[in-house]
């Protein structure tokens, strides 16, 4: 149905850049919210970005101003620019789309579907 594969992960030093993407393959009729999420050694996932299909977006109070979020809808694609990042930014960031319709049926949709994950690592 609907696959996502994060790629742009890597190993940066602090107050450096990177650039996620997430691409969402298969039969794509509409995507609702694309978010970014994280997850530390030892610690629970938690949110970092998202954005609605209109282009809202939301953030974690721990990377206002630091992270943006956006997204291509024709492509069925989402991005995550990182910028200043901290080591304790280091984690694995997995994509998550909400809701996905993959065909014109009443039923065809799905939820909650997730990527396998990039891992980040900032260097102090």
């Known amino acids: 149905q609907v696959q996502l594969v994060e790629s742009g992960g890597g190993l940066v030093q602090a107050g450096g850049s990177l650039r996620l993407s997430c691409a969402a393959s298969?039969?794509?009729?509409?995507?609702?919210?694309m978010g970014w999420y994280r997850q530390a050694p030892g610690k629970q996932r938690e949110l970092v970005a998202r954005?609605?299909?209109?282009?809202?977006?939301n953030y974690a109070d721990s990377v206002k101003g630091r992270f943006t979020i956006s997204r291509d809808n024709a492509k069925n694609t989402v991005y995550l620019q990182m910028n200043s990042l901290k080591p304790e930014d280091t984690a694995v960031y997995y994509c998550?789309?909400?809701?996905?319709?993959?065909?014109?049926?009443?039923?065809?949709?799905?939820?909650?579907?997730w990527g396998k994950g990039t891992q980040v690592t900032v260097s102090s």
């Open positions: 298969g039969t794509i009729f509409s995507i609702n919210i």
């Open positions: 998550n789309a909400d809701w996905a319709r993959y065909g014109l049926g009443e039923g065809d949709y799905g939820m909650d579907y």
């Open positions: 954005i609605t299909s209109s282009g809202s977006t």
